[in-house]
């Protein structure tokens, strides 16, 4: 059974020729993820069974996440405590004839937009896309003001749909996770109203005037720090990895709950000591209806927010390891289709990366076919272990197919060459698959 066929297997589309369909389509965007879809395809009549899929209109993109949602549930059953990761990218289109866009950023722009929640261990291991927000803006009117549904309803929805799942988790925590956006009092009502079934982290993003007087940030850092920690930032465009080192405050805060009411709540800062010249001074100030045990809770806290680094990872995969902004697709609603299997996609990639990272050891045949694993050996031009190999041997010689160079100090790959290098892989594993299938190897 291939990974496709696991992952989609409860799958019900009505009919069991657009089940097939489906494994089809997955695996073979899974094989070739930076290729059009023509290209991913084996032949023009597998090419047209793609498009007359995503043009099926009695089939809505949740029926088609609907068995992944139902297999994240159950990887996370088998944690503790599950960071549920919000956050909202731009899909630009600009230029492409695709019915039902709308402006993004500027006017101008044309594309759509993409909320997913992103679920992931506290040791970073994706575990599967929960829910999803995808829409188009409509153009503002002549007095400036656009006219549609509240954007900032989804930051609340998002807790809601959580707060639903966690009562099928009943041994599992689940923790919402967003960026300054999230940083809403509504959110936190609504926590409070459904009795908190899920607990929530949040970036501070306004600097809250206090019911008994004095500004949120002020009274925090009013405190004695608790600590210090250091850690190293890992490099991102135009900035190199360095080491940060950050004082800690935490404090219990009263907040109001825009309703003359108050809000309990806990409020955790870690600023930078002694920053690069020239370089601004790495600051988080978070938000958390959790309790705060001295500096290991806050250290927790902040473990938790740098997660969220992973749906950033999540997004660089869908938009440039799988290209779903070069889609040619003539409505919107083919496009949100193919992004809910591409999305699906994206998560198996960053999850070879982060499982080849944390759990080096697992049988590799946990997660690649054999043909698969022995077709990154052949193509490294080296011998078939007697074992199964480990994870961590097999995605790094999937990576170095990429281009990764494995030297000592080069780290563990990161998922643009474990995308790239899977492509060549696949090939070379469908050959291998035939030739056994034909008694020739």
């Known amino acids: 059974m291939t990974w496709a066929e696991e992952e989609f297997k409860t799958v019900d589309l009505g009919d069991k020729r657009l089940n097939k369909r489906l494994f089809l389509l997955a695996e073979r965007l899974s094989e070739s993820p930076s290729g059009s879809i023509p290209g991913a395809c084996s032949g023009w009549a597998e090419t047209q069974g793609a498009y007359r899929f995503l043009a099926q209109e009695g089939i809505g993109w949740e029926d088609v996440l609907a068995p992944h949602f139902a297999c994240s549930m159950k990887r996370m059953a088998q944690h503790r405590v599950v960071l549920c990761l919000q956050d909202t990218t731009e899909l630009d289109f600009n230029g492409q004839q695709i019915e039902g866009l709308g402006p993004l950023s500027y006017e101008a722009q044309r594309g759509m937009y993409l909320h997913p929640t992103y679920a992931v261990s506290t040791s970073r291991e994706p575990l599967g896309i929960l829910d999803a927000w995808m829409w188009a803006r409509k153009p503002k009117n002549k007095d400036g003001t656009r006219p549609g549904f509240r954007e900032s309803v989804r930051w609340i929805e998002g807790y809601e749909r959580l707060s639903e799942l966690a009562e099928h988790l009943p041994d599992t925590k689940l923790v919402y996770v967003a960026d300054r956006e999230g940083d809403i009092v509504e959110l936190m009502r609504k926590a409070r109203e459904l009795g908190e079934p899920a607990d929530w982290l949040v970036r501070s993003q306004h600097n809250r005037a206090l019911p008994d007087g004095g500004k949120l940030w002020k009274a925090v850092k009013t405190e004695d720090p608790v600590g210090e920690i250091s850690f190293t930032m890992p490099a991102r465009k135009g900035q190199k990895a360095r080491t940060v080192k950050q004082r800690i405050w935490s404090k219990h805060v009263t907040?109001?709950?825009?309703?003359?009411?108050?809000?309990?709540?806990?409020?955790?800062?870690?600023?930078?000591?002694?920053?690069?010249?020239?370089?601004?001074?790495l600051e988080w100030r978070l938000l958390t209806n959790r309790r705060v045990d001295g500096l290991d809770g806050a250290v927790e806290l902040i473990d938790w927010y740098r997660a969220r680094w992973e749906i950033e990872m999540f997004f660089h995969v869908l938009k440039t390891g799988c290209r779903v902004e070069a889609l040619q697709l003539a409505t919107i609603d083919k496009v949100e289709r193919a992004l809910?299997?591409?999305?699906?996609?994206?998560?198996?990639?960053?999850?070879?990366?982060?499982?080849?990272?944390?759990?080096?050891?697992?049988?590799?045949?946990?997660?690649?076919?054999?043909?698969?694993?022995?077709?990154?050996?052949?193509?490294?031009?080296?011998?078939?272990?007697?074992?199964?190999?480990?994870?961590?041997?097999?995605?790094?010689?999937?990576?170095?197919?990429?281009?990764?160079?494995?030297?000592?100090?080069?780290?563990?790959?990161?998922?643009?060459?474990?995308?790239?290098?899977?492509?060549?892989?696949?090939?070379?594993?469908?050959?291998?698959?035939?030739?056994?299938?034909?008694?020739?190897?």
């Open 255 to 281: 907040l109001s709950d825009g309703k003359r009411g108050r809000l309990s709540a806990n409020c955790v800062i870690a600023s930078e000591m002694n920053p690069p010249p020239g370089v601004k001074p």
């Open 340 to 441: 809910s299997i591409f999305m699906v996609v994206a998560w198996r990639i960053a999850q070879l990366m982060r499982l080849g990272r944390i759990c080096p050891d697992l049988e590799a045949e946990l997660l690649f076919e054999r043909e698969e694993w022995q077709a990154a050996y052949l193509l490294m031009k080296k011998p078939f272990p007697k074992r199964p190999p480990r994870l961590n041997q097999v995605v790094r010689l999937v990576a170095m197919v990429g281009g990764f160079l494995g030297r000592k100090g080069d780290g563990e790959p990161g998922v643009k060459t474990i995308w790239e290098g899977l492509q060549r892989v696949m090939d070379v594993a469908v050959g291998l698959r035939w030739a056994r299938e034909n008694q020739e190897f």
